[in-house]
């Protein structure tokens, strides 16, 4: 191979990847978000999962992609580790619709296709033409790129040295290896694949060794999703060793299934006798089905290995334990005076998980870390969950047979559970405060802390003690709390009148004294929703939030 055949070779691998990338784009634009809500929407039910995985994978011409995106909706909580995998395994079969797409011999009609794309692009203002035009450009130069390898290949096929080298690794051990090397470098399978037909096509390389190399390739796919899961938490890292791990077992499947039973390979190749790049597409293809077919029933058992290899922490259990549901459990089936008391029970839960909340952002504004404030991120996230599912049930106790008195409980219920959820609200803009003193480099004086920690602590004893007359309906002790709700207003007005003074005599940071205004609005603010926890099951609040 001369120097100008080895630019040929890679100006047309370059090529066919930047056409998979604007075809890819071209698609994503086309769809516009569409996808990821369809991704987002996955349902338990992992056969949805996998045709889900499989539509968008085709759609958008990349795997890599779409488990790129599942780990993002893993990580963001939107996806389960369930209906991740049964999307991925979607996606090992929609990307070797790559393959299939190629192994048409329509690299003739490939200047044609570019010019009706660039046409549709660049002449016409309509954005889903636009689009559209993008994809057909980037079909286009799939092809043109696939003319550049062959011609650059050809020449290979004659030379000793390169088949004495292709030989040397005809080792099925020695080719899966290559094929994971090879296709962890273009971070692509359809790319490797397609430049595996090439090889074979130009007789460069066996059926039987590329059937080891696209093996392979499945394998050193999964480097880009590695790559991404890095700056993601604990389970975007498991749903990206989880593809992994499915990608290895399938290696091992197939590997095994070929040696007993090698007839399948001639089953395959008899399907195109006379074309090697459709044996290569047919393979590639009926590989990923074979494998999702046997693993699909075994998702719960990879699982578990993904667990043992990055264990679910104590606050991750917690985490979830947060979000379910403990009391309100089938409360359709229980008498009404039952069901209004699991109902009472786990609101009165998702306000000590709220109170646990603002405890631990009041902790994180005078000592901060980055986990704290993460773990309060966090738990705000899983009172907001439970204050949809919590409303949800109660709309299920409206349509039960329940006595005047009985609705205006629920009626009161609903209302609390703003009122809970709002502590946990207050709980996050705390951090943000702490982060903003932080990205501002500025300092509260000495006394101003001393002051809000007074005022935090009052504010806590009110929150605490509300939830006490909440869950034990205990309004003996409402005149004890009012007296705690005078010391909180009584606080802001000291706080705030002294940080003026602090101010005009020059002695506050400017920067830091809006901060301190903010968070003794907010404290305040936590008081006034306590009071009115307190009072949400004995009539009208004494406050308006």
Do not use: W
């Amino acid at each position: 191979m001369t120097i100008l055949e080895f630019f040929s070779l890679l100006g047309g691998v370059g090529l066919f990847l930047f056409g998979m990338t604007i075809m890819s784009s071209g698609l994503k634009n086309a769809c516009g978000d569409n996808l990821q809500v369809i991704l987002s929407k996955a349902t338990t039910n992992k056969v949805s999962a996998v045709l889900v995985g499989i539509a968008t994978t085709v759609l958008i011409q990349s795997s890599a992609a779409t488990d790129v995106m599942v780990i993002g909706f893993v990580n963001a909580e939107m996806m389960t580790l369930a209906q991740a995998i049964a999307v991925i395994m979607g996606a090992n079969i929609g990307t070797t619709v790559t393959a299939q797409i190629t192994a048409f011999n329509i690299a003739a009609y490939a200047p044609f296709i570019l010019f009706i794309g660039a046409v549709m692009y660049l002449f016409i203002k309509k954005s889903i033409v636009k689009h559209v035009g993008e994809v057909i450009l980037g079909f286009g130069m799939l092809f043109v790129g696939i003319s550049y390898m062959k011609l650059a290949i050809a020449p290979l096929s004659k030379s000793p040295d390169f088949t004495n080298l292709l030989q040397a690794i005809e080792n099925p051990f020695l080719m899966i290896l290559f094929g994971i090397a090879f296709t962890a470098l273009l971070q692509s399978s359809s790319s490797s694949t397609v430049i595996f037909q090439t090889f074979a096509i130009q007789g460069l390389i066996s059926y039987n060794a590329a059937v080891y190399l696209v093996i392979g390739a499945a394998i050193g796919s999964v480097t880009p999703n590695l790559l991404a899961s890095l700056t993601t938490n604990r389970n975007g890292k498991r749903t990206a060793v989880l593809n992994l791990i499915f990608n290895i077992f399938r290696a091992v499947i197939l590997l095994i299934l070929i040696t007993v039973l090698p007839q399948i390979l001639d089953l395959i190749q008899a399907m195109s006798p006379d074309d090697i790049g459709r044996q290569i597409a047919n393979t590639h293809t009926i590989f990923a089905i074979i494998a999702v077919i046997i693993m699909l029933p075994f998702t719960g058992f990879m699982i578990k290995i993904v667990e043992k290899l990055i264990p679910i922490l104590p606050e991750e259990s917690e985490q979830l334990e947060d979000r379910k549901l403990q009391y309100m459990v089938n409360i359709q089936e229980m008498p009404p005076a039952m069901a209004l008391n699991q109902a009472h029970l786990e609101i009165t839960r998702m306000g000590r998980i709220a109170e646990k909340n603002l405890k631990r952002a009041i902790d994180c504004f005078f000592d901060y870390s980055p986990d704290k404030a993460e773990s309060v991120r966090k738990r705000e996230k899983s009172v907001d969950i439970l204050n949809s599912t919590i409303l949800a049930e109660l709309g299920k106790l409206k349509a039960m047979d329940l006595s005047s008195a009985q609705m205006t409980q629920v009626s009161m219920m609903s209302v609390s559970i703003r009122d809970v959820e709002r502590l946990s609200d207050h709980a996050e803009n705390i951090v943000e405060y702490v982060e903003e003193l932080r990205n501002k480099r500025a300092e509260m004086s000495d006394t101003a802390i001393k002051e809000l920690r007074r005022m935090s602590d009052d504010t806590l004893r009110e929150v605490d003690l509300a939830l006490d007359i909440f869950e034990k309906n205990d309004f003996a002790r409402l005149e004890e709390l009012e007296a705690l709700e005078d010391v909180v207003d009584e606080d802001e007005t000291t706080l705030v009148n002294d940080h003026i003074e602090r101010f005009l005599a020059e002695h506050c940071d400017p920067r830091a004294g809006v901060v301190f205004t903010d968070i003794v609005t907010d404290l305040e603010r936590c008081a006034d929703n306590a009071v009115n926890i307190a009072y949400a099951m004995k009539g009208p609040k004494p406050k308006a939030q």
